[in-house]
Nanobody
Framework: QVQLVESGGGLVQAGGSLRLSCAAS????????MGWFRQAPGKEREFVAAISWTFSSTYYADSMKGRFSISRDNAKNTVYLQMNDLKPEDTGVYYC????????????WGQGTQVTVSS
């Protein structure tokens, strides 16, 4: 059974940084894409960033480029999201998800980790 477990969220002041982790288990993730999404209160879930497990290609939402960085550690089966220069509008629950590379839909999701940015 695939499991994705996020950690690293918390309360931070505007301008600060956090690094989120997503520990993946239950299968080999070669050929998968790992993504980060977030959901702010009262808003729909939105795409943040993604990384190809095999090729390390990265993708970002335009509003996150330059501030957020996604990476992975194959040995630890873990994906990271480094978030810098955080803003109050970055507040929300951050989710890790996985999909098969040639498919559009993410089929496994973690439980989420709360990020709160105070002004």
């Amino acid at each position: 059974q695939v499991q994705l477990v996020e950690s690293g969220g918390g309360l931070v002041q505007a301008g600060g940084s956090l690094r989120l982790s997503c520990a993946a288990s239950g299968r080999t993730f070669s050929g998968y894409v790992m993504g980060w999404f977030r959901q702010a209160p009262g808003k729909e879930r939105e795409f943040v960033a993604a990384i190809s497990w095999t090729f390390s290609s990265t993708y970002y939402a335009d509003s996150m480029k330059g501030r957020f960085s996604i990476s992975r550690d194959n040995a630890k089966n873990t994906v990271y999201l480094q978030m810098n220069d955080l803003k109050p509008e970055d507040t929300g629950v951050y989710y890790c998800a996985s999909r098969v590379a040639h498919r559009a839909n993410y089929d496994y999701w973690g439980q989420g980790t709360q990020v709160t940015v105070s002004s």
